[in-house]
């Protein structure tokens, strides 16, 4: 069976993290997930909190957390920047963890000086990391 791809670049604000050919990608929007094949319809959308699985081959795929951006699918390729970007592999599990135990205690001790859409963000952003890490 033939393999169709595309080329796809993931850049953050810092650097390239991804540029290559790809069968698919899928991605988390903000009005849920989805995914590219070769031959999409160009498209720009806005990106959520979640999780990019890249497929570059029928057989392999990779996974990285992202914490939102933009999505862009032209003829000529594919483009999404991205806040932030970390391989599943390269996620530090403890430290995500810490982060979430640490937001949940700010919005269960609820100060007032809580500054709750930061502290809901930051636990989406933690437990999203869980997520992808033990998705390996």
Request: proline share 4%; hydrophobic share 40%; net charge negative.
């Amino acid at each position: 069976m033939l393999s169709r791809s595309f080329h796809l670049e993931i850049r953050t604000p810092e650097k390239l993290i991804y540029e290559g050919d790809v069968t698919s990608v899928q991605a988390p929007g903000v009005e849920g997930n989805f995914q590219i094949l070769a031959g999409h319809i160009p498209f720009l959308t806005a990106l959520d909190v979640g999780e990019i699985r890249i497929r570059e081959s029928s057989d392999a795929s990779q996974l990285m957390a992202t914490t939102g951006g933009v999505f862009e699918v032209l003829r000529t390729g594919v483009t999404a920047l991205v806040e932030t970007a970390e391989w599943a592999s390269e996620i530090d599990v403890s430290r995500a963890e810490e982060a979430r135990d640490r937001a949940q205690e700010q919005l269960t001790a609820n100060a007032p000086d809580l500054n709750r859409p930061r502290a809901e963000a930051a636990l989406a952003r933690a437990q999203n990391r869980i997520k992808v890490a033990s998705n390996l």
